[in-house]
């Protein structure tokens, strides 16, 4: 038997192009879904590592502060202590300083002519309070003050007769620069 297909064949095409077209616009929307679920995909992936990079670098921030404090507080620490052991090594120079002064006054004073009444040390000036016999045992004392190796300067402040004991003294008052090591 022979089919004749009366209906225009240009209507069976374009029932071919329509079916065409809805498969190609489902393949084409398929497509496109998959690609953005995998653009998605591939988004949160990439956004959940480098959140836990973000907290990684966190921790280590968190740990390095502490380090760094650790380390601040050594520094304070350190210099606190060298501080003391300046000071330490300060005291234990100047030590014999005192000393070594009265030891060199007790030399340099000449025996039965100046008689000591007061030394007063206020930084490196040291204030001398005496009575001599006369004029010349005071400027003999100064000359040997100065020769001597804890004096640089020794300057007469004021030099006035006193009497003691019915015997014409001279009080003195010196200034002395000293020689601090």
């Not at 000071?87 to 039965?112: C, K, N, W």
């Not at 402040?157 to 009497?163: E, F, G, L, T, Y």
């Amino acid at each position: 038997m022979i089919r004749v297909n009366l209906l225009p064949y240009w209507e069976e095409k374009k029932k071919a192009d329509i079916k065409r077209q809805i498969i190609i616009a489902s393949v084409a929307f398929a497509a496109l879904f998959v690609i953005i679920a995998s653009v998605h995909m591939y988004m949160v992936t990439s956004v959940n590592s480098l959140e836990d990079k973000v907290e990684e670098a966190q921790l280590r921030l968190q740990q390095l502060t502490k380090i760094t404090g650790d380390i601040d507080k050594f520094k304070k620490d350190k210099d606190v202590v060298q501080k003391k052991l300046k000071i330490i090594t300060d005291l234990e120079q100047s030590r014999m300083y005192p000393v070594h002064l009265m030891d060199t006054f007790a030399a340099d004073v000449p025996e039965g002519r100046i008689w000591l009444t007061s030394l007063q040390e206020t930084g490196s000036i040291l204030m001398v309070e005496g009575v001599a016999l006369n004029n010349p045992a005071i400027a003999e004392f100064m000359k040997i003050l100065e020769t001597s190796g804890t004096i640089r300067s020794v300057d007469l402040v004021s030099a006035k007769q006193v009497i003691i004991s019915d015997v014409k003294l001279t009080s003195f008052v010196l200034s002395c620069r000293l020689k601090r090591a």
